[in-house]
């Protein structure tokens, strides 16, 4: 698409994530006339494509990895859960803070709203984990006697292929609603001037490693930051050079973790997926499970300098025998350190040169015997990893004591509650990270600490889920309606 530089737009959205395309979608039903422009630095959903099964390896694609950049942004290859609510719930506990800026009930509308677009897009209309009310009660308590708490929500389950056929269909949409997209386009700058967004400056995705490309200048009154994790370094690096408001980050790190089917069969059963959250002694720091993935399989994704993370998806009709499942802790520094991003990177990068650039795996006896797990042993493990490409090797020689102290006190209550969860041949993938930017400081409408700037979805801090970013991207909308 050839852009007329000098037309200012009413909307600038950095990004094409889950968060920015509702965003567009609900200025559509309330502003047919607005000139609105999504700038994505990766590819279309429909040239998005992850070459692993075809090399095994994962090839760390240029200038940017597939899974997590394009239109649909980290979601085209989620695993689409879509979390929803409890009716009965007087707080939101899973996706973000989003009802922290608008309030529970208000939050509950929008994700009613923006649940109801997912289902006209072709969703599944079943809800996973809104049976076997008696049998959950149960799990419940079990984790209830070991201090941890059983978050069971309704999920709509979407699988990695039909996300990617829906968001093609959400893509198509925005296109024929007028809504313009540039891909393979990096945001590179921000244009402010006294503390006024003005516009943004650009250049192509494969100039990403030239800092002398040139860059062309796009202006709009009113910018949505809309980066998800994929773009939390970047915002880091906005914020320190433009002086953007923002308050203390924190990193989950942790592990992710695959067992057989057959040991996770009543939650998987019941709930699809159980979020468990703890406090194990002696830190007392936040450990949760986190995207469950049935019959899943567990995959790679890279982030800037080719750091490579780990992740898990299932498809509606490729199954594994396992089921995988993130352990992550949070991790909130304190005076004087105050920089979760980069000590996530450093743990992220120890970790991948263990692996010789791959995802580490290790079996959990192993880690109880205090030895490395070798290949020979990983090819007679009773559990089969599914992430081919991963090395066999030591995790703790990179994840921090406290850290890995943590994993292994919360498996050990878990075992209580699900017999198996602590079996030695499960196995524990890392590095497995969250990373989101330092919270960019925004008001009840999403403006940040610049006049006209917004910040939205996973990025800035105030999502962390498909739902939550989508619903968070409808309520910008409806802001800037009221505003353009
Ligand atoms: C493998 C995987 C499985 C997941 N499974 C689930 C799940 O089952 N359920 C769930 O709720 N969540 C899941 N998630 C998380 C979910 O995908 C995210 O929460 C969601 O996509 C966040 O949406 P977003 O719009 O905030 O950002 P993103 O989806 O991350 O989109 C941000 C976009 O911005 C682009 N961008 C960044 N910086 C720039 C720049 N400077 N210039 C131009 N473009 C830029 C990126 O390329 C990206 O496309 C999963 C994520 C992954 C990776």
Not at 341 to 370: F, P, S, T
């Amino acid at each position: 698409m050839r852009l007329n530089m000098k037309e200012k737009y009413d909307v600038i959205v950095v990004g094409a994530g889950p968060s920015s395309i509702f965003m567009a979608y609900e200025l559509i039903q309330l502003h047919k006339d607005k000139k609105v422009l999504l700038i994505e630095q990766g590819r279309k959903v429909e040239d998005r494509y992850c070459p692993i099964d075809k090399t095994g390896n994962c090839i760390k694609c240029k200038p940017f990895c597939n899974i997590t950049s394009g239109f649909s942004g980290a979601g085209a290859f989620s695993d689409g859960k879509l979390s929803l609510y409890n009716e009965e719930d007087d707080d939101i506990y899973v996706g973000g803070i989003l009802h922290e800026y608008i309030g529970v009930p208000k939050t509950k509308e929008l994700i009613d709203y923006t649940d109801k677009i997912y289902l006209e897009f072709g969703a599944d209309p079943k809800l996973e984990g809104t049976e076997h009310k008696e049998e959950i009660k149960k799990i419940y308590n079990k984790a209830k006697k070991e201090g941890i708490n059983l978050i069971n929500i309704p999920i709509r389950h979407l699988g990695t292929e039909k996300a990617h056929e829906l968001y093609k269909k959400l893509e198509d949409y925005l296109q024929e609603h007028k809504i313009e997209i540039i891909y393979q386009t990096i945001v590179d700058d921000l244009i402010i001037e006294k503390n006024e967004i003005k516009g943004v400056k650009i250049k192509p995705s494969s100039e990403l490693m030239n800092e002398d490309a040139e860059t062309e200048e796009i202006y709009a009154s009113n910018v949505v930051i809309a980066v998800g994790r994929k773009g939390a370094n970047w915002l880091v690096n906005m914020c320190e050079k433009h002086k953007i408001k923002t308050s203390s980050g924190i990193v989950d790190i942790g592990v992710r973790y695959e067992l057989p089917d057959e040991i996770m069969k009543e939650i998987n059963t019941y709930m699809y997926e159980g979020k468990f959250i703890g406090k194990p002694s002696p830190f007392n720091d936040k450990v949760r499970t986190f995207c469950q993935n049935p019959s899943g399989f567990v995959a790679s994704e890279v982030y800037d300098n080719n750091l490579s993370l780990v992740n898990g998806h299932s498809y509606k009709e490729r199954k594994s025998t396992n089921t995988n499942l993130a352990i992550l802790v949070s991790h909130h520094f304190t005076y004087p350190f105050n920089k979760p991003i980069e000590y996530g990177r450093n743990v992220a990068k120890n970790l991948n040169e263990l692996g010789a650039g791959n995802i580490l795996v290790q079996r959990l006896g192993d880690i109880y015997r205090g030895k490395r797990t070798w290949e020979k042993e990983i090819a007679t493990n009773s559990v089969v990893p599914t992430l081919k490409s991963a090395v066999p090797g030591d995790i703790t020689y990179a994840i921090g004591y406290r850290t890995m102290t943590d994993i292994l006190n919360f498996i050990r209550s878990m075992d209580k509650v699900i017999e198996g969860f602590a079996n030695p041949d499960n196995l524990l993938y890392a590095p497995e990270i969250k990373f989101y930017s330092n919270q960019v400081v925004i008001d009840n409408n999403f403006e940040s600490s610049v006049k006209g700037l917004y910040s939205i979805g996973d990025g800035g801090g105030m999502t962390r889920g498909l739902m939550m970013a989508s619903a968070s991207g409808v309520q910008m909308a409806r802001i800037l309606a009221e505003k353009l």
